[in-house]
């Protein structure tokens, strides 16, 4: 585990894996729901973006290969659509390929955590395949579905509209909900702060959001949000911090230092 705290995991059988899969590297969190503050936390940069590049990634880090209690799987796409949860997957593994016609890649579906929606999402060709014969049944969600989840238990039983901002080194996700429900999710590749905050504001127009009543919710890497948050406050008057879980703090004291999906997906039993 690169730069992390490793723990011994005498019986993989008793812990769980979760792995988020980007463009260039391999996140993982490792942790035993038995034993509290057991989270260790890994991380392997890929070589390249292509399939071979992921699975030299994985198959050269020995932790990803114990036959653990469970597998979850996270793939980062920007090739993704939301829909009603009430349409089949197979319509929307159709529908996400001809949205995105020059994309070849494998169509997956997941359920969207406390929201009537389901996301099908786009995955490079052949990652669905690896992932089924290197991984114990593993389930395999859009790196979206978990924040909005939670984001949507942020909103529940409440009557305002807010965003929901998750701002990290290379890239920021957001969704938008009003009357608890989800009304918009997407995710960018980070430029720099103004052009960031030009991509927030005209979200926040395009769905009718009050600059004075509504509110932003910011979370992630704390120089971004300290850095987003006086550009967004010249138009927005609510921009606040969201609230971190605290249920992540038995997991392990290294749990702010993993990717928030991961930590998000391994408290959503």
Same mark, same amino acid.
């Given at each position: 585990?690169?730069?992390?705290?490793?723990?011994?995991?005498?019986?993989?059988?008793?812990?769980?894996?979760?792995?988020?899969?980007?463009?260039?590297?391999?996140?993982?969190?490792?942790?035993?729901?038995?034993?509290?503050?057991?989270?260790?936390?890994?991380?392997?940069?890929?070589?390249?973006?292509?399939?071979?590049?992921?699975?030299?990634?994985?198959?050269?880090?020995?932790?990803?290969?114990?036959?653990?209690?469970?597998?979850?799987?996270?793939?980062?796409?920007?090739?993704?659509?939301?829909?009603?949860?009430?349409?089949? @997957?197979? /319509?929307?593994?159709?529908?996400?390929?001809?949205?995105?016609? &020059?994309? +070849?890649?494998? *169509? #997956?579906?997941? !359920?969207?955590?406390?929201?009537?929606?389901?996301?099908?999402?786009?995955?490079?060709?052949?990652?669905?395949?690896?992932?089924?014969?290197?991984?114990?049944?593993?389930?395999?969600?859009?790196?979206?579905?978990?924040?909005?989840?939670?984001?949507?238990?942020?909103?529940?039983?409440?009557?305002?509209?807010?965003?929901?901002?998750?701002?990290?080194?290379?890239?920021?996700?957001?969704?938008?909900?009003?009357?608890?429900?989800?009304?918009?999710?997407?995710?960018?590749?980070?430029?720099?702060?103004?052009?960031?905050?030009?991509?927030?504001?005209?979200?926040?127009?395009?769905? @009718?959001? /009050?600059?004075?009543?509504?509110?932003?919710?910011?979370?992630? &890497?704390? +120089?971004?949000? *300290? #850095?987003?948050? !006086?550009?967004?406050?010249?138009?927005?008057?609510?921009?606040?911090?969201?609230?971190?879980?605290?249920?992540?703090?038995?997991?392990?004291?290294?749990?702010?230092?993993?990717?928030?999906?991961?930590?998000?997906?391994?408290?959503?039993?």
């Amino acid at each position: 585990m690169e730069g992390k705290e490793k723990f011994d995991i005498q019986h993989p059988e008793a812990w769980e894996l979760l792995v988020s899969i980007e463009d260039k590297r391999v996140d993982y969190i490792l942790f035993s729901p038995s034993v509290p503050g057991s989270l260790a936390i890994g991380q392997v940069e890929r070589a390249d973006e292509s399939l071979q590049g992921l699975e030299d990634a994985v198959y050269e880090t020995p932790d990803l290969l114990n036959d653990y209690k469970r597998v979850r799987v996270v793939v980062h796409s920007s090739h993704f659509v939301l829909f009603p949860s009430e349409m089949s @997957d197979a /319509d929307c593994q159709e529908l996400v390929r001809h949205a995105f016609p &020059d994309d +070849d890649g494998d *169509a #997956a579906v997941c !359920p969207v955590p406390g929201n009537c929606v389901k996301m099908a999402w786009l995955m490079p060709r052949g990652m669905q395949a690896f992932l089924g014969r290197t991984f114990n049944y593993p389930q395999v969600v859009h790196h979206l579905a978990p924040l909005c989840g939670y984001f949507v238990e942020q909103n529940r039983d409440d009557d305002k509209s807010r965003m929901f901002l998750h701002l990290e080194d290379e890239r920021m996700d957001l969704a938008i909900y009003r009357d608890g429900a989800l009304q918009c999710a997407n995710s960018y590749p980070v430029t720099d702060d103004q052009s960031d905050a030009y991509f927030v504001l005209n979200a926040w127009r395009t769905h @009718d959001l /009050d600059q004075l009543t509504d509110e932003l919710l910011m979370m992630g &890497d704390s +120089d971004r949000c *300290a #850095a987003m948050n !006086p550009l967004l406050r010249e138009y927005v008057k609510h921009v606040m911090p969201a609230v971190y879980p605290t249920a992540a703090m038995q997991l392990g004291r290294n749990a702010m230092q993993a990717p928030l999906e991961l930590i998000l997906l391994a408290l959503c039993e």
